[in-house]
Each structure stands twice: as C-alpha cells, then as structure tokens.
C-alpha cells in the first residue's frame, strides 16, 4: 500500500506517474491541486492531469477540465478574454473525451458545457443528449 505521510505518498505518487502510472498521475495532480504532501500548485497539477489524460484515461481528463474551468485567468482585458477562451475550449475537449468513454461525471459536465456554451457552442439538443445518458441514482 501507500504510506500514510502525505509527504510520502506524494513521492511514490511522483515515482509511478514518471514511470508512466496513469492513476498515479491523477492521483499525484488531485495532491498538488489540494497541497496534500506538499505546496498547493495548481500549474503542477494541470501537468500532472495532463501527462494521465494524454494516455486516454478518463478521470484525469475530466479532472483537468474541472481543474480548468476552476482556474480561468481573471481580467476584462484582450489578453486575459483569449486565455479564458482557450481554457473553456481545452476544457470542452477534454470533457469530450471523457464523456466520450461513458464517464458520468463527464458526460454531465458535457451537457452542462453545451447548455451554457462554455467552450462549445451553445447547443441546448446535444445538451439534453449528453444529460440524458447520465445514469439517475
């Protein structure tokens, strides 16, 4: 198992994700993201999230999009518009991706994203198509 220290778990998190660990990668960028074991890095966590969602695993692409859309850059200035844009839009992406898989969680963040055009068009017919392959509890 994984040691209990935070700190440690963090490295082990580390060795596997380098080592090419998908879950690790997640699990390494849900500790930066939270400062668990270590400083609270949001950037670290973005890589992180990014080298697990590259290898097509689901979690970790949805994991950056939540990861995205919580940390759009502030600012009503050009500069600060366009890298808002190109964060909903990588966000849609990745979410895309993983709803595409038949992840829940993705696919109704997915149909929120239309529902609101984050990132995507505003579509309120692939909206309720998205939503409605949500299993209901």
């Known amino acids: 198992g994984l040691p209990a220290d935070p700190s440690k778990a963090r490295l082990a998190f580390e060795d596997a994700a380098q080592a090419g660990d998908p879950l690790a990668a997640l699990n390494l960028g849900r500790m930066q993201a939270d400062g668990l074991g270590g400083a609270k890095d949001a950037a670290a966590a973005k890589l992180s999230y990014a080298k697990a969602a590259d290898q097509g695993f689901a979690p970790a692409q949805y994991a950056l999009a939540v990861l995205l859309l919580s940390d759009l850059p502030a600012g009503a200035d050009e ?7 190109q964060a909903e839009t990588l966000a849609a992406l990745r979410v895309q ?21 984050i990132g995507v068009a505003q579509d309120t017919s692939l909206a309720r198509a998205w939503l409605s392959r949500v299993p209901q509890p």
Not at 79 to 85: I, K
Not at 97 to 117: F, K, R, S
């Open 79 to 85: 500069a600060a518009m366009s890298a808002r844009t």
């Open 97 to 117: 991706q993983a709803a595409a898989q038949g992840y829940p969680p993705a696919q109704e963040l997915l149909g929120a994203l239309y529902l609101n055009g």
